[in-house]
């Protein structure tokens, strides 16, 4: 009994490594022999969930979990049906299996980050936030957690702090995609529409195969009748450096004055929109003329639209019809893109537009990867339009 124990462990040691060695087809293939010599191997039915979850079988990986009966493996059964819940954007459902582990004395830091990435789904922003700071302050060298606190910070607006967990889960993991797409998306946001392509570009060396890469780059592209010259990329670093000291009248005039000299690129233009609103109180009619002369200026790009749109909605109900017809100008440009496609179902939303609204999100919902950062939030917006 002893020897046929140890070499048990033995087989059931070497389950696991393969398994966490990437080496998915070899580790269920030893799994399913064992499962067919005995039917209530725990290790053998836990693998074969686990890669079941792996690949995308929920509803499998379920079956083989319903068949594990020890209190020992109670924990690992309850973070994997949390995991299938979350592929079945079962969203409620998850965050209940995870707050059951996280409501523990030692919950593991899987626990904590599956339940923020359930919160986050569910719109609790803050939440999930902490939930996600938890599972990095547990795992601090996991980067798909500081990753996802990174999107976390970005959706509370906190640029400067979740660049900082981007940038820290690419060098846990510089072939994660969502990492280089997650930076460049910020940087062309702040109006660093030069600093964002080189982001997209070493990403695509690392992963010349991304079509998540390939698409932003394409989209990033500066148009063909505007160039930014040497004097405006330098008013730009001054205008940018302003900002971040704070010192947003000043960024504001510098912009401004440079325009009136002639320095003109998209870039200084959702910059000067930036500085608008970073005015107290926020010159809300400043930022909407430097959309619409930026539109003026590149009418073929998705971005000053988009910006508009989006300022517009946050004016209020005065503004949706004007709102809706630059975010539906906005994804004419660029319908491949989810960002385009996203803000106008919000717009549609807002209008009482639900029909709209429901089919535009399934569209985006079917084509967007599983892998893409925002496929969660099209999921979560589609399932709320259908309670609707």
């Known amino acids: 009994m002893p020897g046929g124990e140890s ?11 393969l398994l966490a060695e990437g080496r998915l087809q070899e580790a269920l293939a030893t799994a399913t022999r064992r499962l067919v010599q005995q039917p209530d191997d725990e290790e053998a039915l836990l693998v074969s969930a686990r890669i079941a979850l792996a690949e995308g079988r929920s509803t499998q990986a379920e079956q083989l ?8 493996a109670r924990q690992e059964v309850t973070l994997m049906r949390a995991a299938a819940a979350l592929l079945r954007e079962d969203f409620a459902g998850a965050r209940n299996h995870y707050l059951s582990l996280t409501q523990q004395p030692s919950a593991p830091a899987e626990s904590w980050h599956g339940q923020g990435m359930a919160l986050l789904a569910l719109g609790q922003v803050v939440a999930a936030r902490e939930a996600h700071e938890r599972a990095v ?3 601090p060298e996991q980067a798909a957690f500081r990753f996802e606190l990174g999107h976390a910070l970005d959706l509370e607006l ?4 979740a660049v900082r967990q981007f940038v820290r889960a690419l060098r846990l993991d510089p072939r994660d995609s969502r990492g280089y797409w997650a930076v460049a998306q910020l940087l062309q946001r702040r109006g660093r529409a030069r600093w964002a392509r080189r982001i997209l570009e070493l990403g695509l060396r690392q992963l010349p195969e991304s079509r998540l890469l390939r698409a932003a780059l394409d989209a990033s592209q500066p148009s063909a009748e505007v160039r930014t010259l040497e004097p405006a990329s330098a008013l730009l670093q001054e205008a940018t450096s302003l900002l ?13 004055d440079g325009w009136d ?8 233009k959702l910059l000067e929109a930036e500085a608008c609103k970073a005015l107290h109180p926020p010159d809300m009619s400043g930022a909407l003329r430097a959309y619409e002369e930026a539109i003026a200026l590149v009418p073929e790009d998705w971005r000053p639209l988009t910006h508009l749109g989006i300022c517009l909605l946050s004016e209020g109900h005065r503004h949706l019809q004007r709102a809706t017809e630059a975010l539906e100008a906005a994804r004419r440009l660029a319908p491949s893109l989810p960002e385009t496609s996203l803000n106008l179902i919000l717009a549609y939303v807002k209008g009482n537009r639900l029909p ?5 999100a399934r569209q985006v919902e079917a084509t967007l990867p599983p892998e893409h950062p925002l496929r969660v939030q099209a999921a979560s917006l589609l399932e709320d339009l259908r309670r609707v």
Not at 65 to 72: C, G
Not at 261 to 268: A, C, F, N, P, V
């Open 7 to 17: 070499a048990r462990s033995v087989t059931m040691q070497s389950l696991w490594e």
């Open 65 to 72: 979990l319903s068949r594990v009966k020890s209190s020992k």
């Open 137 to 139: 302050a547990l795992k």
């Open 158 to 161: 906190r640029d400067r702090a």
């Open 244 to 256: 971040e000291r704070k010192r947003n009248r000043e960024a504001f005039k510098l912009l401004r």
């Open 261 to 268: 000299k002639g320095l003109r690129s998209l870039e200084l």
């Open 356 to 360: 709209e609204a429901r089919e535009l």
